[in-house]
């Protein structure tokens, strides 16, 4: 009985989670801000984009315009009835607590390289200035954030301000590791998000690819007799993130997996609890250490 209640307060969680957090994190809604604030206009998306996008971009308010590259072109063709009706609601809710900055994820975060999707990945800091700022970091996790000891993560395309999450987690001792808690220490106020950037804006990690079935299968499916939510779901296609400015959920695709697997142990142990809501310890908790193998199997090689 008791069970059944936790699990129901688990899953409840784990849907608002992937719903709500998602969305206050600017996960595309506030793509279609303009579009949404004209419901006269009712051409389809796809006509739209091949129309000059002259009238979009004199009526959308200056302050969702981030950069000067941010193509109209491609916020029309990835924009879909649904995804307008969601917008309206959504951000009509939200939109007040939005920076300018978070608006207008045009790219797919799924291994999009782009300078557009580098730039909204990288957070506040200035990636220039962190490559100097991060010579002692490239000694264990590599000189273009691939490490070379698989129980060290690769940092290379991670999100900015994700990774300074954890480097700020480590300092207050929220996250806690042998090495890592030491050295997060050392990193200043001014540096933390530029050492951050710098590293988000290395070519995003890829693995080798995985043929493992039992792994795929929990990745994109899950398992709903036991009310485990796919990963998928948060950690997006190929579990590359979701789009670049949603840095809530990080890249684990193409991960080592001997530090996934230490990662989602600890999530299972309880010995790291960061994650918000402690949705992945929820998470962990499900599954069988041959399925929690799995996945690290099958994680690794996106
Ligand atoms: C001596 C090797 C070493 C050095 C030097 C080092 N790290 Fe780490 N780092 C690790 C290991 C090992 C872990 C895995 C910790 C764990 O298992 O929880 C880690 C984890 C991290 C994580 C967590 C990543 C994630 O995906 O959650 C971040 C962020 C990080 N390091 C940033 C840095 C930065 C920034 C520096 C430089 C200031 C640095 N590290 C220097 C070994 C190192
Ligand atoms: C409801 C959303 C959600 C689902 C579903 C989810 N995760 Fe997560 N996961 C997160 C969040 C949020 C974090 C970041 C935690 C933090 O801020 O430290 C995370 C972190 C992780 C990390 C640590 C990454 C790192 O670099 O240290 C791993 C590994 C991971 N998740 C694997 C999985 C796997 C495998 C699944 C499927 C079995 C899964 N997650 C399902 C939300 C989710």
């Known amino acids: 009985m008791f069970h059944t209640k936790n699990n129901l307060a688990g899953l409840a969680l784990i849907v608002f989670l992937t719903s709500a957090v998602a969305f206050a994190a600017g996960d595309g809604f506030a793509t279609n801000n303009a579009d949404a604030a004209k419901p006269a206009q009712k051409k389809p998306a796809k006509k739209r984009a091949k129309t000059p ?19 109209p072109q491609n916020i029309a063709s990835t924009t879909t009835p649904s995804d307008t009706a969601a917008a309206s609601s959504v951000a009509a809710a939200t939109t ?19 300078a557009e999707a580098i730039k909204l990945r990288s957070g506040p800091g200035d990636p220039i200035a962190g490559k100097d700022k991060s010579e002692l970091c490239q000694g264990c996790h590599g000189e273009e954030g691939v490490s070379a000891e698989p129980t060290a993560p690769k940092l290379a395309g991670q999100y900015g301000p994700y990774i300074s999450k954890q480097l700020r ?13 030491d050295i997060a220490k050392t990193i200043n106020d001014d540096d933390l998000n530029d050492i951050s950037a710098y590293f988000a804006s290395r070519k995003k990690m890829k693995g080798n690819g995985s043929d493992n079935k039992v792994g795929q299968e929990l990745f994109l499916r899950g398992d709903m007799s036991r009310m485990m939510v796919a990963c998928v779901n948060c950690h997006g296609a190929n579990g590359k993130g979701k789009t670049p400015t949603n840095a809530v959920f990080p890249v684990i695709g193409g991960q080592h997996k001997e530090y996934l697997r230490i990662q989602l142990i600890n999530f299972r142990a309880g010995d790291r609890s960061n994650s918000p809501g402690g949705v992945m310890n929820i998470i962990t908790q499900r599954l069988t250490d041959a399925e929690l193998e799995a996945l690290a199997d099958y994680v690794a090689g996106l």
């Open 96 to 114: 007040p607590k939005v920076e300018a900055k978070k608006i207008i994820p045009t790219a797919k975060a799924d291994e999009d390289d782009s």
């Open 169 to 181: 987690n480590f300092q207050e001792g929220i996250r806690t590791h042998q090495i890592m808690s």
């Open 53 to 71: 996008p002259k009238a979009d971009t004199a009526t959308t308010p200056a302050a969702t315009q981030p950069t000067a590259t941010a193509s």
